[in-house]
DNA sequence: CTGAAAGCGCTTACAG
DNA sequence: CTGAAAGCGCTTACAG
């Protein structure tokens, strides 16, 4: 089936020519004559010549390789991230190798070493969320270093997210654009970037519409408890609201449980705008909840595109954009329509 | 802050022995005075020496590396497999290079003879499914290939599944158990492998337990529309049934809204079995479906497992059991229990 | 424009 | 038990 490989040695022999001018021929440097070029890829082709990655390593001293050492390879959102990277790194011909600590810090450390032996050329550390911190590694690592959907301990680090002001302002938008006008923010931990970030953004849009929040921002967890009792609150303030932006697609469902259970139809009093679209990722159709969707893919793409802009001296990585744009998506909970008779039954029962 | 990478040179100076003996000493291999290894691994551990794994590789002939091709890496079933294989790889000490072909039979080709120039000593591929089939590439490639979750297109090769026939019969164990002896099984083309194993498990634990299906299979699709559409043909066949086995969660949700639809409470009229473990993996506590999980990251592991057997000459391979045990996840499905008050709540949402 | 030579960092028979 | 030497397959100055 398959015989001996052929090297770049049997190539330069058929094409009658030295190894040197070969390797050259292969990696497109210095001047050949164009008559040589051809006959050596002839022969390249011919032989079905696989230059082995490996030796041309270790001779060249780059591997054409990516460590990515992720968080938490288990978690929600790490797969759209990790699909992102390896799209971008296979349209670089970057190979990857994935090491995952699930958490463990020792575990993260010895993968480390391990992709220093392996010789990447850079590394993207793939967090566990955007307001996760990993300790930062930029300082041990010869290469570039980009972090990913979580932030890294050194400020100074490459650091990719979703653009949560972004997200803030196009939740807004969209109320707005509905004709809702009196809108409420309803998220986690003050303290959080990513809830800070969203806030940011959603109360600049308002301030550019001319309108005040109908409540101050209400902070809680990223939970759906945390949404029902919110809305409690909310209802108790006395305030009087028609559009919410939730930190997080728990928030938005246990928000709309909780109105709904009050008498307040869900969109026609309060249109419910969440974060992450959780349900079109999991493969919805008939989605019930508007969602902004961070983009967690164009988030590993754009880190792998920083990377090979730091390897290529001849590509600015001062061009690459930190923060990725979210989209939003619509569903039920803002724009209404009614369900399928279907979902509507499904939803009583998975509820 | 990281000064020139140390050699094994270094070490073998440092230690006062030549290039060769300290070479020994890091692999183990030939007989070495105690005192002599002693020296060398001190002189490793003081410089912190970190061999040059590509280097090695190329010496050596073996990278100590898999290369996994994804089917679909963006697929709901690929991140559990692969979180599976990962674990275990670097369990052995191997590390992987991950190419996903999304589909494409083009990349799916070029990702082949990347892996092939990178010398990786074994290959996983991992599959779009139990019932899905990839195009086999033992036969080209020199060292051993693995297929987890999906079936290759030679019988030949070593292909890594949930067992079917276990998991139908798990699931017959555990409506029996429960005391329902009204029995169907609704699932999706008769003609899948799948399908057709995970009936056969059934039917042969209803048999053991002297029991006859309370109707023959139904076959539809995956899907819950023909969830809906397989409990109206069963309704309709005035046949009496108070435990359903349903081919995957889909159907299972689609079984029970139609039911409840028509006034047969789940589980007290009818209790039913799912499979997949949907809302489990997704990270759901209380479940509604009672499912079976296929235990994906198992078949990964199990992969692995093989190959490692395949690729270290004293570990009998023929060991490795290709089929991985289900386990069954209980719901209110078929245990019952009332969801607490907050899903209460939820439940109330739509309504 | 092309080739002879040294080198990448390691391993592996083979003498002794 | 240890070392000198050849080798893995490739790249990269350096002459010419």
Redesign the interface.
């Known amino acids: 089936?398959?015989s001996k490989?052929v090297r770049l040695v049997d190539i330069a022999r058929a094409a009658g020519v030295s190894l040197a001018t070969a390797s050259q021929v292969m990696n497109n440097s210095g001047r050949i004559a164009d008559a040589t070029r051809q006959r050596v890829l002839a022969a390249a082709e011919r032989l079905d010549y696989?230059?082995?990655?490996?030796?041309r390593?270790?001779a060249s001293g780059r591997?054409r390789?990516i460590g990515i050492l992720a968080e938490n390879?288990?978690g929600?959102f790490c797969?759209?991230v990790?699909?992102g990277t390896?799209?971008t790194l296979?349209r670089f011909n970057l190979?990857?190798?994935?090491?995952?600590a699930?958490h463990s810090v020792d575990?993260r450390h010895s993968?480390f070493?391990?992709l220093?032996?392996?010789?990447v050329d850079g590394i993207v550390v793939i967090g566990d969320g955007a307001d996760g911190v990993s300790q930062s590694i930029s300082?041990?690592?010869?290469g570039p270093v980009a972090y990913a959907f979580g932030k890294s301990s050194d400020p100074a680090d490459a650091v990719f997210l979703p653009d949560d002001e972004q997200a803030g302002r196009l939740a807004a938008e969209h109320l707005i654009g509905l004709g809702r006008t009196r809108l409420v923010h309803v998220s986690a931990e003050a303290e959080l970037a990513t809830v800070a970030g969203r806030a940011r953004g959603f109360a600049s849009a308002l301030a550019a519409h001319g309108l005040q929040p109908a409540h101050e921002p209400i902070h809680g967890t990223f939970s759906?408890?945390s949404g029902?009792y919110s809305a409690r609150r909310l209802i108790d303030s006395g305030a009087g609201f028609d559009g919410i932006f939730a930190g997080n697609d728990a928030i938005a469902?246990g928000l709309?449980?909780?109105l709904?259970?009050s008498g307040r139809r869900v969109p026609d009093d309060v249109a419910i705008v969440g974060f992450d679209n959780t349900a079109g990722q999991?493969?919805e159709r008939e989605l019930?909840l508007t969602s902004i969707d961070p983009q967690l893919a164009a988030v590993g793409s754009r880190a792998v595109e920083w990377l090979v802009a730091q390897l290529d001296d001849d590509q600015d990585a001062s061009s690459v954009v930190p923060s990725v744009e979210c989209t939003l998506v619509t569903g039920r909970s803002t724009v209404g329509g009614l369900?399928t008779p279907?979902s509507?039954?499904?939803?009583?029962?998975?509820?």
């Open positions: 089936m398959e490989p696989r230059p082995n990655a490996l030796a390593a270790t591997s390789t390879a288990s929600a797969m759209p990790l699909v390896n799209r296979s190979a990857s190798v994935l090491y995952d699930a575990l993968h070493r391990e220093q032996a392996r010789q300082q041990e690592f010869a759906r408890e029902f469902v709309a449980a909780e709904q259970a999991a493969g019930f369900p279907r509507l039954v499904l939803e009583q029962l998975l509820a």
